[in-house]
Every structure is written in C-alpha cells, then in structure tokens.
C-alpha cells in the first residue's frame, strides 16, 4: 500500500502543470529516460510536465551530483544511495554521478527511467509502498526496470 511523506505534503491542486530542467553538465543520455519518465506519470495521473529551458524557474531540476553536494543527504559513491528526491515542493532529483547508468536494461547497470520514475514519485509526494510491484517499492537491484503499478497511481488520486 501507498504512503506520503509526513504531514502530507504536495503541490497546489492549481498546479498541475509542472516544468523541469536539467542542470547545466547533466550527461546528454539522461534526458530521454528522464523525460519517459515523466510522460509515464503524465498518462496516468492529472499531472503534465514540460521541459523548461531555464532551470533558474523550473519546478523540479535534475541533476547529477557525487558524494557531498550541499544538501542534507550526501551521497555514497558506488552502491549504497542511487538518488534521491525531495518532497513537494522541492523540486530537486538528483542522481549519484559515481554509480553505472544505463540509458536501455542491462544486467550490470542501474536503470535511469526505472529510478526517474521512483525519484519522480517522490517529487509528487508519495512514500514508499508494499505492494512488490509497485515503483515505490522500497527495493531496487541492479539491472532492475519497473513500470508504474495501480498502486502507485492510486496513491497520487489518494493525495491529491
Ligand atoms: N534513494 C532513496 C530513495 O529514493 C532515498 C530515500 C530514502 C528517500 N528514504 C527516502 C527518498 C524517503 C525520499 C523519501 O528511496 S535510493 C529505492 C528503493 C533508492 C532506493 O537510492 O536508496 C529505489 C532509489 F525504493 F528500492 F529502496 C530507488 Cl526504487
Ligand atoms: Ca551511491
Ligand atoms: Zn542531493
Ligand atoms: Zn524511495
């Protein structure tokens, strides 16, 4: 079952539209799996997204980032933190620059859509969940893809 970060937080039901940047230097092979993605939860919730070109008003930036890079969480170098994402309304994801990426599946390799579409499920304000099969489930191994799950879905028509 689905679960929100405490005290519930999420965006204004106003705001359904939401714009996106990635920082400047993200590797050029992120942005197709990121912007997947984000049309994923776009289809399945009432959310939309669009690619902003100035990151300075973007609601969510996407970044990738090693070891410790000025927010409350550092990150680890190889295994260990993948990325992380910030409840509503942050807006920051970023990815641990020092793991393996893989734009398509491959067994020695974390999956970037697989984990935007965790990160993103942060970003709109759900937890973790039970359900095995859910993208917010709280287990992830490398090589893994995952798609959206009903209970993910449920989760954000629930909050918001
Ligand atoms: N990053 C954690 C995560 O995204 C960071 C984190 C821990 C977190 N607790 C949180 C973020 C609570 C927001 C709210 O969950 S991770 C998984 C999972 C990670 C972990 O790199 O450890 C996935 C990334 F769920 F499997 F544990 C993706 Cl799917
Ligand atoms: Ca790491
Ligand atoms: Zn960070
Ligand atoms: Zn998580």
Known sequence: ?????AGNPKWPSSKYH?????????????????????TRW??????????????????????????NHGDSSSFDGPGGTLAHAFAPRDGRFHYDADETWSVNANPNAFHLETLALHEIGHLLGLGHSSVEGAIMFPTFNLGETKGLHGDDIQGIRTLY
């Open 1 to 5: 079952h689905f679960t929100f970060f």
């Open 18 to 38: 939401l714009t996106y940047a990635f920082l400047p230097g993200t590797r050029s092979d992120a942005f197709s799996p990121v912007g997947r993605a984000f």
């Open 42 to 67: 776009a289809a399945n919730t009432h959310f939309s997204f669009s690619e902003a070109q100035n990151s300075g008003n973007a609601d969510i930036t996407i970044s990738f980032e090693s070891g």
